[in-house]
């Protein structure tokens, strides 16, 4: 079974509540009834029934939970919430019902925040910023987290290196340059993002135009200190080593001949890039000349599961992340 079947088989055991917000888009409706038919989650569409009803095309999305926020009982206490969320920013009630009512998105973190659902997945027609600021916002940072970030799942099929191919990669959709402090946290949280989600244990690379120490530059500094970081505050076991380039992260000989005393070198399946550049460069080039499956950008570090997407996902890319958001709500019960 591959990673995704064994994510769904996990989603259907114990089902959530996810929001898909995006009730202007086709392919929320496509992904509705695939996901309502393979089980793996119980779905609320944010938007009123003739929105639905004219947006949703052939599709039969009759098992999902159509939630209109001009008419629902619950808005009036969203409103209330968020205006105490966000009082210290001058956030008036009419401002609250206005925002709730016109921007979907803020709606359904609005009930994730308030546990009318367990997480959301948005992104298909909207950027990562619009994606996740209602979350930055409302939901904030999980406990003991530094840092939200993202992450994508890679699975890359025939592909002995890894985990069998499958591979976090981490930051590529939200932090654009971050410093020591940063790297360290982003690769602390990919490393338990692959373990709980994976299920196996995590192998980090901190990744570089340089192995150990062959070249000499700013940045390849910052990541030689967010290596020394990560392995301070790393809970017992981690393993975690760098600065890596990619072959010498990855390729077992390749890591034996460059960094011949890490046990790293070679084998991970962890890989944290130096900046979004790289990192976005990276998951799409394994994604389009490798055939990969790419599920993300995933958050890590947010208090709930809300997940964003690639505005050129396809509806079976959102019936993963779904499966994928249904897990993460279950591992933070």
Avoid: W
């Avoid at 994508?152 to 002995?160: E, L, S």
């Avoid at 046990?263 to 394994?286: E, H, M, R, S, T």
């Amino acid at each position: 079974m591959g990673f995704i079947d064994e994510i769904k088989a996990k989603a259907r055991a114990n089902k959530k509540t996810i929001v898909l917000p995006e009730t202007e888009d086709i392919r929320t409706y496509e992904a509705c009834e695939t996901i309502l038919k393979e089980g793996t989650a119980n779905v609320v569409l944010v938007g009123s029934k003739e929105e639905v009803e004219q947006n949703k095309g052939s599709f039969d999305v009759s098992g999902a939970t159509i939630v209109d926020p001009k008419t629902d009982e619950h808005t009036s206490a969203y409103i209330e919430k968020l205006v105490e969320l966000r009082q210290a920013k001058g956030m008036t009630a009419q401002e609250a019902e206005k925002l709730l009512t016109t921007n979907y998105l803020y709606y359904g973190v609005m009930m994730v925040k308030m546990k009318d659902a367990d997480g959301m997945v948005a992104g298909a027609c909207h950027s990562t910023a619009e994606t996740l600021r209602p979350s930055l916002q409302i939901l904030k940072t999980k406990p003991g987290t530094k840092l939200v970030s993202s992450f994508f799942v890679m699975v890359v099929p025939n592909c002995d290196m890894g985990a069998d191919g499958t591979f976090v990669f981490s930051d590529c959709g939200l932090e654009q340059n971050p410093d020591s402090e940063k790297l360290a946290s982003i690769s602390l949280s990919a490393a338990e993002s692959f373990r709980s989600l994976v299920g196996k244990e995590p192998i980090v690379a901190l990744l570089s135009h340089s192995t150990k120490g062959s070249a000499k530059h700013p940045d390849v500094d910052k990541v030689v200190e967010a290596v020394k970081i990560a392995k301070a505050d790393a809970p017992e076991g981690l393993m975690i080593d760098g600065e890596f380039q990619l072959d010498a992260a990855i390729v077992p000989e390749i890591g034996k001949s460059k960094a011949p005393d890490s046990p790293v070198a070679g084998n991970a399946n962890v890989l944290i890039f130096p900046d979004l550049d790289a990192g976005n460069i990276g998951y799409k080039l394994v994604q389009r000349l490798g055939n990969a499956e790419a599920y993300g950008p995933l958050t890590q570090g947010i208090a709930a599961p809300v997940n964003d997407l690639s505005r050129g996902c396809s509806a079976q890319d959102i019936v993963g992340v779904v499966a994928i958001t249904a897990v993460q709500a279950t591992i933070n019960e």
